[in-house]
């Protein structure tokens, strides 16, 4: 069997044992199909060579030494990433930065923490939590994900609504270039001058390099935490009620909605309480000064009871709030109780547009003949619909695939956005034609190129390629006609 080690050169493979030493490179084949694929499991190819370096500088030598030799590279976290973004190439060298995971740095007095970028979301609040302080962005996931893959997704969560994504909260990053050159991009300090490097790095999803080090803005622990779960009969009455809390001018720290597959699943996974019987639920949270917030709280119970909740559950002791989320962020595991595998979608619509999405979605389900459980971000309108399917049946895999991109594309179309938080990946470049035009996908390729000139750091992921997208016709089929003799070619 020719083993695709092969796919690099031989001297590459010794420059790196020399650099990560004999710990830092995977060569063999069987262990590199550990990291065959991310969140995404659809998409599968065996990275050539797999690097686990312990600090920056090694990472710029493999850097280096890749650039020396035209190798493509891809970076990846934790891996957890469901938009297909740390896909390794078939012929080039993940860089696994899970095995960077010191804190750096603790600064409580301006309120500021600097970490290596395996170190995970979870670990940061841990960390800090002795001073009170803790990290705002708290995807789903952030028991296992790295902040190095929350910098490159932009990552949010259930408190994202308040608090901002991960790029409000990132101060400056330092970063390893393609060609290996180490630079700081954004600082300590608020709106440093110069271009706004830290923007456009946040939320490239490892096309411009490898992030070594980040700071991240820290926030006091509120005084005061309300949490109450309300029971809908559907999910457009679930979606008014959201509507009328945001235009009260309540800000709430989290609203989260599920629809009746949804809770199903989080209920028979976590048994955090939710109403099976309900057709929607919707989880709010307020925090802040106890006043304001208990203020506040009697009016979005007031707004969800005008809206028509079937009934109102407040969670008021701390074990009880922590059920109700560990059941909500349990979710898309949870869908394995109601079909053999699912395809995660992420796309953002306008708010006010909820409930007229959902029937949408729930018609192409119907024509799909396949069914989509709804568990999102209702209060930014960031829709994660998951597609159950079985693919043992022949022909469902791909009704999914092609009813999930159907679902992005709909968002697109209803004024919202192709991803909110999980990246366009290799699994959405494709459609990124749908959402931005000509010039502004040449304005992204012409930024991604002022960093990666030779166009190898996470090829193929996020702007659509002719290669990738098959705009180009491909090679010669005879069309089923011509085979059949009905027509001809001349
Ligand atoms: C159960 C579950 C729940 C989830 N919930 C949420 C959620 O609530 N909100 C949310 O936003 N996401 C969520 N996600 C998606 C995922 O966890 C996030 O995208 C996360 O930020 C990925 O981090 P990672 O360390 O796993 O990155 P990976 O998957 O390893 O990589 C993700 C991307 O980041 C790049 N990358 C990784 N590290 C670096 C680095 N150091 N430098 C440069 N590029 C890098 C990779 O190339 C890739 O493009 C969820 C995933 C799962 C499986």
Partial sequence: MVDDADAVPTELQSELAEILGPEGLITERSQRRTYESDGLT???????????????????????????????????????????????HP???????????RIVDVDVLNQRITVEPGVTNAAVSRAVAPH?????????????????????????????????FTTHHVLG??????????????????????????????????????????????????????????????????????????????????????????????ESDAAAGFDVNAGAALIVELDGPEAECDASFAEVVALCQESGATAIRIADQPDERARVW?????????????????????????????GECLARIAELAADAELRVANV??????????????DSSRPGETERAEALSTAIAELCVSFGGSLSGEH??????ACSMPKMFGAEDLAIMDRVRAAFDPDGRCNPDKVLPTPRLCGERPGRYRPHPLETAGVIERW
Avoid at 91 to 101: A, N, P, T
Avoid at 136 to 157: F, L, T, Y
Avoid at 257 to 263: E, F, H, K, S, V
Avoid at 326 to 345: C, W
């Fill in 42 to 88: 659809a998409y599968r190819a065996v990275p050539a060579l797999v690097a686990l370096p312990v600090s920056t500088e090694q990472v710029s030598g493999v850097m280096r030494a890749c650039a020396r030799h035209g190798v493509p590279l891809v970076p990846r976290g934790a891996g957890t990433g469901l938009s297909g973004g740390a896909l390794p």
């Fill in 91 to 101: 012929d080039g060298v993940l860089i696994v930065l899970s095995r960077m995971r």
């Fill in 132 to 164: 009170q302080l803790y990290y705002a962005p708290d995807p789903s996931s952030q028991i296992v994900c790295s902040i190095g893959g929350n910098v490159a997704e932009n990552s949010g969560g259930a408190h994202c609504l308040k608090y901002g």
């Fill in 173 to 266: 990053c330092e970063l390893v270039l393609p060609d290996g050159q180490v630079v700081q991009v954004g600082a300590a300090t608020l709106d440093p001058p110069g271009y706004d490097l830290r923007g456009v790095l946040v939320g490239s999803e490892g096309t411009l390099g490898v992030v070594t080090q980040v700071t991240l803005r820290l926030l006091r622990r509120p005084e005061s935490v309300r949490t109450l779960v309300a029971d809908f009969t559907d999910p457009a009455s679930a979606g008014t009620a959201v509507s009328a809390i945001v235009a009260a001018g309540v800000v709430p720290a989290a609203v989260e909605m599920m629809d009746n597959l949804a809770i199903q699943a989080c």
């Fill in 326 to 354: 560990q059941g909500r962020k349990a979710a898309f595991a949870a869908m394995g109780r109601l079909a053999p595998d699912y395809l995660v979608q992420d796309g953002v619509i306008p708010r006010t547009r909820l």
């Fill in 376 to 389: 999102f971000h209702a209060g930014d309108g960031n829709l994660h619909p998951l597609v159950l399917f």
């Fill in 423 to 428: 990246g366009i990946g290799a699994d959405k």
